[in-house]
C-alpha cells in the first residue's frame, strides 16, 4: 500500500479526495522506532504529527515516583500530536514503542499550508477532535463513576468497537489495562477471571474475545 493508499484509512484523512490525499503522501516522512525507545518527551516542542504505519505506541504520564499511567495505546492507522497542529504547547505526555514501529511525521509548517490550500483539510481535523473530545469525556467519567471491573468492561467494549469486531488484537497485558485504568494488576486479573468464568470473555493466544458484549456493556453501567 503506498502513503496515500494508507492515509486513506487513517480517521483524519479518510475524508479527503484523492487528489489531496496524494499532497499528503508527498509531505509526510517516515521514521522507524526500535520497541522500548522514546518517541517523543513530555515537555518537547509541539511541532508534527505523528501516524502508526507499523507496530504499536503508548501515550504515558510518569509521576514523579516512577508510577505510568497510560492514556492510550496505539496501532496501525491511529495518531497523536494533533493538537501540534494547531498550537504551539510543548507535548503532554511521552510516547513509546511498545514494540518495532513505524511512524509518518507531518510538520505542522506543511499541515497549515495544505489547510491554506484547502479548508477542508481543517474541517477534517476538527472532526477527528470532536470525536477524540467525546472519547475523552467517557474516560473521564468512567474513573470516577465506575468502580475497577466496570473500567475494565467498558475499556473491554470501546477497544473491541474501535476494531470494528469481538476480537481485540491489540495484546492487552492486565499489567497495561492496570496502568490504563489507574488499577492495581491484581485487581485486574481478578477481575479478568471473573469475566472468563463467566463466559464473557475468552483468550486466543493472548488475544481477548468478547463473548457476551450485553454483559460487559450492562456491567459497564453499573456506577459506584
Known amino acids: 500500500m503506498n502513503t496515500a493508499d494508507f492515509l486513506a484509512t487513517v480517521p483524519l484523512f479518510k475524508s479527503l479526495d484523492a487528489a489531496e490525499l496524494a499532497h499528503f503522501g508527498q509531505l509526510v516522512r517516515e521514521k522507524s522506532y526500535p520497541k522500548g525507545s522514546v518517541i517523543l518527551f513530555e515537555d518537547d516542542p509541539g511541532d508534527a504529527l505523528f501516524v502508526v504505519r507499523e507496530g504499536r505506541v503508548k501515550v504515558v504520564l510518569v509521576a514523579e515516583d516512577g508510577r505510568e499511567v497510560i492514556l492510550g495505546i496505539l496501532s496501525v492507522g491511529e495518531h497523536f500530536g494533533e493538537l501540534s497542529l494547531i498550537d504551539d504547547q510543548p507535548r503532554s505526555a511521552h510516547v513509546i514503542a511498545m514494540e518495532d514501529s513505524a511512524l509518518l511525521v507531518l510538520r505542522r509548517e506543511d499541515f497549515r499550508k495544505r489547510v491554506e490550500a484547502n479548508p477542508s ?24 463513576l465506575l468502580d475497577v471491573p466496570g473500567r ?4 473491554l467494549v470501546d477497544t ?11 495484546a492487552l497485558t492486565h499489567q497495561t489495562i492496570a496502568h490504563v485504568i489507574g488499577a492495581s494488576r491484581e485487581t485486574v486479573s481478578r477481575a479478568m477471571r471473573e469475566f472468563q468464568d463467566s463466559g464473557w470473555i475468552s483468550t486466543e493466544r493472548r488475544r481477548i474475545r468478547i463473548t457476551n458484549r450485553a454483559a460487559l456493556v450492562k456491567r459497564s453501567q453499573q456506577r459506584v
Open 160 to 170: 473491541a468497537d474501535e476494531g470494528g469486531g469481538p476480537l481485540i488484537e491489540k
Open 121 to 144: 483539510v481543517a474541517w477534517s481535523l476538527l472532526s477527528e477532535l470532536s470525536r477524540r473530545l467525546r472519547r475523552a469525556d467517557g474516560q473521564i467519567g468512567s474513573l470516577v
Open 152 to 155: 475494565i468492561a467498558r475499556m
